[in-house]
Nanobody
Framework: VQLQAFGGGLVQVGGSLRLSCVVS????????MGWFRQAPGKERSFVAA????????YYADSVKGRFTISRDNAKNTMYLQMNSLKPEDTALYYC????????????????WGQGTQVTVSS
């Protein structure tokens, strides 16, 4: 499976961005997909995940109520709508895919897209 993430950019505090992750190639059956982020000098951390078949979602506490993960089956695309952005949301955002259940551990995802930079300025 190949993943391509895009949609990052520079936004002011309180602003919004929507990230997209296009999925191509051989996909996992019964797959789950996730968004992770990594700020400079910090470990990669979980943001949100979605079960492709059911649409069930799971969020990190730090983004709950501000970010929304979704997917469009017809377009083979996953999204992350980010609202009320804060400076601490600044990071390189990655999309990832795995077979099986929702999971918040980045090392449980074998397939990764390239990162897309999100910078929130105060």
């Amino acid at each position: 499976v190949q993943l391509q993430a895009f949609g990052g950019g520079l936004v002011q505090v309180g602003g919004s961005l929507r990230l997209s992750c296009v999925v191509s190639g051989r996909t996992f059956s019964d797959s789950a997909m996730g968004w992770f982020r990594q700020a400079p000098g910090k470990e990669r951390s979980f943001v949100a995940a979605i079960k492709w078949s059911s649409g069930s979602t799971y969020y990190a506490d730090s983004v709950k109520g501000r970010f929304t993960i979704s997917r469009d089956n017809a377009k083979n695309t996953m999204y992350l709508q980010m609202n009320s952005l804060k400076p601490e949301d600044t990071a390189l955002y990655y999309c990832a895919a795995r077979a099986g259940t929702l999971n918040a551990s980045w090392n449980e995802y074998p397939s990764w897209g390239q990162g897309t930079q999100v910078t929130v300025s105060s």
